[in-house]
């Protein structure tokens, strides 16, 4: 049975920075590439980062450069390095695992997490 548990959200204050976790177990963790995506109320499910098995890393434009994906194979971890977090980026942060790759279709990932709430005040 394959888990995928968000952690890390909490509620600051703009120019602030949060470091999400995704810990994953019931899957070769190795074999997969991993995504956040993210939902804010009343909009639809947002694509925010991608790193493949090997290390590739791919971002929506508007956290390029301020967010920050990796990965611990040897910790069944991906993380989410959010910096310089803005309002704009308060939702629901959802990790995800891929076994096809297709950076940003949300179809191509099999497994979701429960998702952790991001909060960032003005």
């Known amino acids: 049975q394959v888990r995928l548990v968000e952690s890390g959200g909490g509620l600051v204050q703009a120019g602030a920075s949060l470091r999400l976790s995704c810990a994953a177990t019931?899957?070769?963790?190795?074999?997969?590439?991993m995504g956040w995506f993210r939902q804010a109320p009343g909009k639809e499910r947002e694509f925010v980062a991608h790193?493949?098995?090997?290390?590739?890393?791919y971002y929506t434009d508007y956290v390029q450069g301020r967010f920050t994906i990796s990965r611990d194979n040897t910790k069944n971890t991906v993380y989410l390095q959010t910096n310089s977090l803005k309002p704009e980026d308060t939702a629901v942060y959802y990790c995800?695992?891929?076994?096809?790759?297709?950076?940003?279709?949300?179809?191509?990932?099999?497994?979701w997490g429960q998702g952790t709430q991001v909060t960032v005040s003005s």
């Open positions: 995800a695992a891929s076994g096809q790759g297709l950076p940003g279709t949300a179809a191509a990932y099999e497994f």
């Open positions: 790193i493949s098995w090997h290390g590739l890393t």
């Open positions: 019931g899957l070769t963790f190795r074999n997969y590439a």
